[in-house]
């Protein structure tokens, strides 16, 4: 017995651990994925230092992030260099090096847009509904170009008011009535007073003695077709007795980020909110880098967004110090990280781009590069 409560004293703080951990992970919430932006390609970057002596050219480095493919040798001899000896120059066998780093091309997937791969309007699994054509990748615009037959930001609207269908190829048929057009619309038609059939163009002579209320019509009932009753009017609802005005505003028939303005009975206007474009139904966030650059200077800086109509500016490679509508100065290499021969005088010329001064041989340390896809 006593051993039993010795041992279930052991087990008892494992126990409180194992339904611990069981309560933790049942009450974690779950993140849902995210759907991948970026489909980055994977490239090589090779490049060639420039021509010198080639007793010289064994200490030469490799900028920064490259790797020295020809390390531990005088390079290769496929180059020739200057040598001024007062007023000769003398044109000599050299030596220079390969350097190769390894880096990602970035590229947006698939139905995605512009520097920071925002999904194209209607989303990316479904770019422009299915409607059109998004203007994709990098250097794309995100707008839709619509097929024939289609508008709208997301191609989510028909391009003629009297058409319906998801291929807003059939034609409605009402006479005197309202059609249900649109996209989602059915084409049934909603017929004005005094008249009744499928495409409300059967005149009903006994509705002369019915008199209905304001914003009414004469229709036959519902219940009883033999029957007539009042109806409220097209972009009206109530009991046909007492008809009031629709309000679109109050179904959510515009985008999260618009705003709706009431304009009439059943009409009705959307307008993106501040950060946000598009046609009202279909809004987007503004990315001030894909439009202006979110002013920031494109020499020495590159945007960052940060969200609807915001974002940022931050330094580009080899530049630091950033000013508000100046930029960025450019980092001095031979300061920080002097690639050249250490009996050399280093001077940065251009971002990330040293020249070096020998006496008396005038060589430079300027790179060359070219980009080779890899498989």
Not at 1 to 15: E, H, N
Not at 167 to 184: D, L, Q, R, T, W
Request: charged share 20%.
């Amino acid at each position: 017995m006593a051993r039993s409560k010795l041992l279930l004293g052991k087990l008892l703080p494992l126990i409180l651990i194992f339904l611990g951990l069981l309560v933790q992970n049942a009450c974690s919430p779950t993140e849902a994925p995210e759907l991948t932006k970026r489909c980055d390609k994977k490239s090589t970057l090779t490049i060639k230092t420039e021509c010198q002596s080639c007793s010289v050219n064994i200490a030469v480095k490799c900028p920064d992030g490259y790797i020295k493919i020809t390390n531990g040798t005088v390079g290769v001899r496929d180059c020739r260099y200057s040598l001024k000896i007062q007023s000769y120059v003398l044109d000599i066998p050299g030596c220079r090096h390969i350097c190769r780093k390894d880096y990602l091309q970035p590229q947006c997937c698939p139905g995605h847009w512009g520097p920071d791969c925002m999904e194209c309007p209607g989303g990316a699994r479904a770019p422009c509904g299915g409607r059109g054509v998004c203007d994709e990748g990098m250097e794309g615009t995100g707008s839709c170009s619509c097929r024939a037959g289609f508008r709208g930001t997301a191609c989510e609207n028909c391009a003629a008011e009297d058409v319906f269908g998801p291929n807003c190829s059939a034609v409605c048929s009402c006479v005197h009535g309202v059609c249900n057009s649109g996209i989602s619309g059915d084409g049934t038609c909603e017929c004005l007073s005094a008249y009744r059939g499928p495409r409300c163009d059967k005149p009903i002579p006994e509705c002369a003695a019915l008199l209905c209320p304001e914003n009414s019509r004469c229709s036959p009932s519902s219940k009883d077709e033999t029957k007539l009753q009042c109806k409220c009017l097209p972009s009206y609802k109530g009991d046909g007795q007492t008809c009031k005005p629709i309000n679109p505003c109050l179904k959510n028939v515009c985008h999260p980020h618009a705003s709706c303005s009431y304009l009439g009975p059943n009409r009705h206007s959307c307008v993106c909110q501040k950060g946000y474009q598009g046609d009202g139904q279909v809004c987007l966030p503004v990315d001030p880098c894909q439009t202006s650059y979110g002013n920031c200077p494109t020499k020495s800086t590159v945007c960052r967004y940060d969200g609807p109509g915001q974002s940022h500016c931050e330094c580009k490679e080899h530049y630091r110090n950033f000013v508000p509508g100046v930029g960025c100065s450019m980092t001095d290499i031979c300061e920080s990280k002097n690639p050249c021969h250490k009996n050399a005088n280093c001077s940065t010329v251009s971002p990330g781009q040293t020249q070096t001064k020998l006496h008396p041989i005038h060589l430079s340390c300027k790179h060359v590069s070219l980009a080779e896809p890899m498989g």
